[in-house]
């Protein structure tokens, strides 16, 4: 018997997975469809010179995103170290400090930690005006139901907790250990979902594919 290779849909670049609680309703997180460039405006850069691709960490809260774009507006690199400017990142995990502190660095090309690579600006952080190719929105998600089943509706709609969908508007019924994948942003954007049975606390995981 051969083995079926899946259609490609997409570079994997997001993850996101949730647990209801309470028989919440839920939707995908809009960083796990949309993938957003950020900035954050430094200082007292040090001797190494960042590249496209390093990865920027918070000394304090531990945050990271990976680097599309370095500006140095003034001073030098190298053994002067008073470059000053902006980093532009994406894919932010955690939150940057919203008071000046270390900014540490993960080299792209051999996972070598810089410490004190920069010093950020107080509340600096946020989304960037400046628009790179890295600012794209999903065009597939693959859903995942790892634990009891679920209701889900892709249209914006609320399904409800009711084991019963046989009856409209409960919604689109999945059990555990399946998955399924939507293809269009809408859908995406629209999705919502809750435990099929009160109270069992089902778990789903996404993942995102862009072009």
């Not at 998955?179 to 269009?184: A, C, P, T, V």
């Not at 809408?186 to 979902?193: D, R």
């Amino acid at each position: 018997m051969g083995l079926k290779t899946m259609e490609y849909i997409g570079e994997p670049l997001t993850f996101e997975r949730q647990l209801a609680v309470s028989n919440v309703l839920a939707s995908i997180s809009e960083g796990t469809y949309h993938i957003k460039n950020r900035k954050i405006g430094f200082t007292s850069g040090g001797t190494y010179e960042p590249l496209v691709g390093d990865i920027i960490v918070d000394g304090t809260s531990g945050a990271v995103g990976v680097l599309t774009k370095i500006v140095k507006d003034t001073g030098a690199w190298a053994s002067v170290g008073t470059a000053a400017g902006t980093f532009y990142f994406i894919n932010m995990v955690g939150s940057f400090t919203a008071t000046a502190t270390t900014l540490n660095l993960i080299k792209a090309a051999d996972g070598a930690g810089v410490s004190d690579a920069a010093t950020s600006v107080a509340a600096s952080e946020g989304i960037a005006d400046e628009k790179v190719r890295q600012e794209r929105e999903a065009i597939a998600m693959l859903v995942e139901v790892l634990t009891y089943a679920i209701n889900y509706m892709t249209d914006g709609t609320a399904p409800t907790t009711d084991a019963n969908t046989t009856i409209p508007g409960r919604g689109i019924n999945a059990v555990a250990n399946t998955n399924f994948i939507l293809e269009d942003i809408q859908s995406i954007k629209n999705f919502k979902w809750t435990n099929a049975v009160a109270g069992q606390n089902a778990q789903v995981r996404f993942q995102g594919f862009f072009d």
